[in-house]
C-alpha cells in the first residue's frame, strides 16, 4: 500500500517524506496551495480538523501531526531502512527528549520568523519588528545550548542520526536559505558541523530536489 501525504511543498510536510525515504516507504503526495485556501476546504477537514498540513493516508488509516507521524512509521518500520528510534531505551529517551525540544524550544520561535519575514510580506502584512528581534533572541538562547551539546555528542541523541535530528531539517533549511540568517548556525561551530551532516544525507537532499518549497 502506497502511503498518500498532503502538502509536499511545505516544511512539517517534508519531515514527514525525510523520515519515508529514509525507511524506504513509499509514497505518493497531494498537492495542497495553502495560499489558496486549499487547507479549509470541507474534504481536507475531514481529514486534518485544525486545517493544518500535513496528513497522510494509508489505507483506510489517516494520520496528522508531522511528529505523530514519524514516530508511527520509524516504529511500524523498525527493522526496515535507518533505524531513527535508539538502539536501547536510554538511547531512545534522548530520542523523545530532542523531539520535544525541537517541537517546543527550536521550532516555535523559527516557525514565527517565517510567518512574519516570508508568509505575511505575500499577503501583505507588515512584519512586527519586535517579535522578530525577539524571536531571534530566543533561538540564540536555543542554538547556544545545542552547541554545547554537539561538542560533546556527534548528533543530538548520540553517536547516531535519529528522528530527533531529521526533524530540525525542514525548519533549519529556512535559516540557511528562505530567511537568509544562516550565521546563527554557522558562527555555532559544533552547529554548525552537525548541520552539514545532517542536510548532507541524501534523503535531505532528495526531499529538496523532489519537492520545490511554496516559498
Ligand atoms: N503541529 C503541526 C503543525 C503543522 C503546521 O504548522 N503546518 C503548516 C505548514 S508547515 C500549516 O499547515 N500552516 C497553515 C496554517 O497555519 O493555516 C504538525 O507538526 O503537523
Redesign the pocket.
Known amino acids: 500500500m502506497v502511503v498518500k501525504v498532503y ?1 509536499p511543498a ?3 510536510t517534508k519531515r514527514v517524506i525525510a523520515c519515508f525515504i529514509e525507511k524506504e516507504i513509499e509514497y505518493d503526495v497531494v498537492d495542497i496551495d ?1 495560499f489558496k485556501g486549499e ?1 479549509t476546504t470541507p474534504e481536507y477537514l475531514n481529514l486534518q480538523p485544525f ?4 496528513v497522510i493516508q494509508d489505507g483506510d488509516y489517516t494520520l ?4 505523530a507521524i514519524i514516530r508511527y512509521y520509524a516504529e511500524k518500520y523498525k527493522s526496515q531502512g535507518t533505524e531513527l528510534l535508539g538502539r536501547t531505551m536510554e538511547e531512545r529517551g534522548l530520542v523523545e527528549q530532542w523531539l520535544e525540544v525541537e517541537a517546543h524550544n527550536f521550532q516555535p520561535p523559527l516557525y514565527d520568523l517565517v510567518v512574519q519575514l516570508l508568509f505575511d510580506p505575500k499577503l501583505g502584512l507588515i512584519p512586527d519588528q519586535k517579535r522578530i528581534k525577539e524571536d531571534k533572541e530566543k533561538l540564540a538562547r536555543v542554538l547556544d545550548v545545542y552547541d554545547q551539546r554537539l561538542s560533546t555528542s556527534k548528533f543530538l541523541a548520540g553517536d547516531s542520526f535519529s528522528l530527533a535530528d531529521l526533524s530540525h531539517l525542514p525548519f533549519g533549511q529556512f535559516l540557511m536559505t528562505g530567511l537568509g540568517k544562516e550565521y546563527m548556525i554557522r558562527d555555532r561551530k559544533h552547529v554548525s558541523g552537525w548541520w552539514d551532516d545532517i542536510s548532507n544525507r541524501p534523503s535531505w537532499q532528495k526531499v529538496l530536489q523532489l519537492h520545490p518549497p511554496a516559498l
Not at 486545517?51 to 500535513?54: A, T
Open positions: 502538502g511545505y516544511a512539517s495553502l487547507n486545517g493544518v498540513l500535513p496528522y501531526e508531522s511528529r
